[in-house]
Structure formats: C-alpha cells, structure tokens
C-alpha cells in the first residue's frame, strides 16, 4: 500500500507516522513562564540527536489555531527547559500533565508530583522522575500550522542513584520507562529487550549470522 502525503489530510499523515514509528520515547517537559508559575507537558514526537554537543530535539504542536503551547511561549521566554523521563511509576502522573488545562495552571502540583530547583537552568526538574535533562534552548524551527521543532542542549543529567555504574553504565531495564504508541491511550514498557551481535564485513562475507540474546547493555 503506497500513501502519498501530498494526497491526504494532515490527520491521516499523524495515523501512519505515530502508528509505525513505535515505541517513542516520553518526554515530560518542564518550564517555568519567567515569573515562577511551573508548567509541564509530555510530548512523544521526541529523542536524542547527538552527542557532542549533547542535543535533544522536540516536535511541539500548537495548543490551537494561532496560540502556541505553554511549553513553547515558556521557553521562548526563559530559553530554557527540562525534559524529565518517564517511568511506571509516574505514568498516571504524565497523563495527568497531558490535561489541557488553561494557562497559569501548574500541573506538576496538580498531578502530584514534586518541582525541585534545578542546577543550571531556571525550570524546573520532577523529582519523582528516574532522569532529568536540564537544557538550554538552541533553535526553534518554526513550520507552518504552528508547528515548533525544538532543540536543546542537555547542561546537567540527574540520574536516581543506582541506575549508573562507574564505567558510566546504564541498568535500561531497572529504569522501567514507558513508551508512546499510537492511539489517545497507547503506552507500552521495556519488558522483552534483547541483543544483536554486530558482525565485521569480513565475518559476514564468511557465511556469520548475528546472534540474538538476551539484552545486554
């Protein structure tokens, strides 16, 4: 079945992309609006880009025609965010932040969860979350229809004890995180991972197969 997305609506495009490309990472975004007021957000169109310089990307849609999201009016103001990752633990709570409620409401207080200080910017972090990523805003892409692409740049990385050895490590399945899928209510969680041996060229022009095991970091 072939779509071309020059010849459907702009729903059906939103179906097929965040129907096939699963799972997507969560990330709870947190801002301040720049006179203390908190404000946070999950949003699923989100991952990791790079390294060095260490940058994250966010695709924000607009809350309605002509009125940007929270989120993106509080960056823009403070140029900065947090990105809080998501775990089984806090999952009812991002959906509650996933509320639509009206401006100047702080939904980490209304989901019950915990605003701590962060270290280098001036949002704040969930403390109830297993990762925070403070960031620094970088760009904004701004698209037709209000779209917004974000990208930051990640300053600090708070970490709950236990997760990273000192090789820098990291325990993936002791982290527990929940995934986007598709539909108003699709999540899904890291329970079945597994590896993949990488071959050479030479070991796959010898007839090697990579081997599947369990995962290992």
């Known amino acids: 079945m072939l779509y071309d997305f020059a010849q459907i609506p702009a729903t059906a495009r939103y179906k097929l992309l965040s129907g096939c490309i699963l799972p997507r990472p969560i990330a709870l975004v947190s801002t301040t609006d720049g006179k203390g007021g908190h404000n946070a957000a999950p ?6 880009m790079s390294h060095e310089p260490a940058l994250i990307v966010l695709g924000i849609d607009q809350k309605r025609p002509g009125t940007p999201k929270d989120t993106v009016g509080n960056l823009r103001t403070t140029g900065d965010f947090v990105v809080n990752l998501v775990d089984m633990k806090i999952a009812e709570a991002m959906s509650v932040c996933a509320i639509d409620f ?11 969860l915990t605003a701590l200080p962060s270290s280098r910017v001036k949002a704040p972090r969930i403390a109830e979350a297993p990762v925070s990523l403070e960031c620094r805003l970088m760009d904004e892409l701004r698209y037709p229809a209000g779209r917004s692409i974000v990208v930051g740049e990640v300053l600090a990385f708070h970490v709950r004890d236990g997760i990273v050895d000192e090789r820098f490590h990291v325990d993936a399945l002791a982290l527990d995180l929940v995934g986007r899928m598709a539909g108003a209510g699709g999540y899904c969680r890291l329970s079945d991972p597994f590896s993949i041996a990488r071959l050479t060229q030479d070991e796959w022009r010898a007839g090697k197969r990579a081997a599947i095991s369990p995962y290992k970091e």
Do not use: C, L, P, Q
């Not at 949003?43 to 990791?48: E, G, L």
């Not at 009206?102 to 019950?112: F, L, M, P, S």
């Open 43 to 48: 949003y699923s169109f989100f991952n990791v």
């Open 102 to 112: 009206e401006t100047g409401v702080d939904e980490i207080r209304e989901a019950g």
